[in-house]
């Protein structure tokens, strides 16, 4: 479920949506797999990644003003309604 337009690789991290040292704990509504190279954006280029409504991850570029979500090209519907599991 990497960073929106991008395959997941072969190797993936797992990363809490909530960290260990908040509280978090290691279940799958809080976790996300990403790429190595997403996983380093999270980390130290301030992108947001949440779960939404639907059950997927949605993620937030910090360099958009208006913090709008995007969600992940690699889910198992590709619908544009936004609803959709």
């Not at 190279?37 to 360099?63: A, L, M, Q, S």
Request: a positive charge; aromatic letters at 8%; charged letters at 20%.
């Amino acid at each position: 479920m990497c960073v929106p337009r991008v395959r997941l690789p072969a190797r993936a991290d797992a990363h809490h949506i909530v960290q260990w040292s908040q509280g978090g704990v290691t279940s799958l509504t809080n976790t996300v797999l990403l790429c190595r190279r997403h996983h380093r954006y999270i980390h130290h280029i301030r992108w947001e990644v949440f779960i939404g409504t639907d059950g997927h991850p949605w993620f937030i570029n910090p360099d958009d003003a208006t913090k709008t979500p995007l969600r992940s090209h690699a889910r198992r519907t590709m619908t544009s309604d936004l609803a959709a599991a």
